[in-house]
């Protein structure tokens, strides 16, 4: 039973990548999920996340009108399609879910650790 991301990598200023999270041994319905992203020296923040109860996806201010996250209608994988990518972005990203109804107004938890976190993948911007 995991989350494993993928799909990090390099890419310019402006560029695009799409990260994706597939779940494993277990179906993503019941569960709110989300992409954290933490920085060399920076604290860790919530980026996007999607709710269970009404499917809809919730983004971090800076990343609004640049990066989509969706889910399949099998509810096993997640994607986060990152364009006009900045230096900024660079972090290790990472998916974590949990059936707390957590993403609402907020699209991070705090000191609440979430159920099942998977792996980060590394993303890097450069200018």
């Known amino acids: 039973v995991q989350l494993q991301a993928s799909g990090g990598g390099l890419a310019q200023t402006g560029g695009s990548l799409r990260l994706s999270c597939a779940a494993s041994?277990?179906?993503?319905?019941?569960?709110?999920i989300g992409w954290f992203r933490q920085a060399p020296g920076k604290e860790r923040e919530g980026v996007s996340c999607?709710?269970?109860?009404?499917?809809?996806?919730r983004y971090l201010e800076s990343v609004k009108g640049r990066f989509t996250m969706s889910r399949d209608n099998a509810k096993t994988t997640v994607l986060l399609q990152m364009n006009s990518l900045k230096p900024e972005d660079t972090a290790v990203y990472y998916c974590?879910?949990?059936?707390?109804?957590?993403?609402?107004?907020?699209?991070?938890?705090?000191?609440?650790?979430?159920?099942?976190r998977g792996k980060g993948t590394l993303v890097t911007v450069s200018s």
């Open positions: 041994g277990f179906n993503l319905d019941s569960y709110d």
């Open positions: 974590a879910a949990d059936r707390l109804p957590w993403c609402g107004m907020a699209v991070d938890v705090g000191d609440y650790n979430l159920e099942y």
């Open positions: 999607i709710s269970d109860s009404d499917g809809g996806a």
